[in-house]
């Protein structure tokens, strides 16, 4: 009966051990990472009836890529990389999570920006999903949708 057991306990310390869990958001953010896809759709856009949309996949040498850095105490800078390589356009700020989403705050083209994402993980990175006020016409009807990939030093 002992050894019936101890088999059991075992197999069954086997498998917990086999069973990795699973990076929380807030571990998983705690990198570096570039932007491969956006979309931002303005549905009143300046308080009008019209759509606007703005997309880039970031394809065919684009002029700017933005990327980013989350660092573990819950600073992050992000920046734009130009052809030559520079960064440019500095910003620094603060990141908090919350279950799955991610909430940032900096200071940005003369704006103090407050804004929260849900957040997916994909194989490459992420996928961010906010409601903003990304045209300034004071309704936070606006929709963006990031996707990003994890740089990889």
């Given at each position: ?10 197999v ?118 906010s ?19 994890k740089?990889?030093?």
């Amino acid at each position: 009966m002992k050894l019936k057991i101890s088999i059991y306990f075992l197999v069954f310390c086997m498998l917990f051990a086999a069973c990795s869990k699973e990076k929380s958001i807030e571990n998983f953010m705690v990198d570096s990472w570039q932007t491969t896809y956006l979309k931002i759709e303005m549905n009143t856009v300046n308080k009008t009836d019209s759509l606007q949309v703005y997309e880039d996949k970031f394809d065919n040498n684009p002029e700017l890529i933005a990327q980013s850095k989350y660092n573990k105490d819950g600073t992050f800078s992000a920046w734009f990389k130009n052809q030559k390589g520079e960064k440019i356009s500095p910003s620094n700020g603060t990141w908090s999570v919350i279950n799955d989403s991610l909430f940032v705050e900096y200071h940005y083209n003369g704006r103090d920006m407050k804004v929260g994402y849900h957040i997916k993980k994909t194989d490459k990175g992420f996928v961010a999903k906010s409601k903003y006020d990304w045209d300034e016409d004071g309704d936070y009807d606006d929709i963006l949708t990031m996707k990003t990939k994890k740089i990889t030093q």
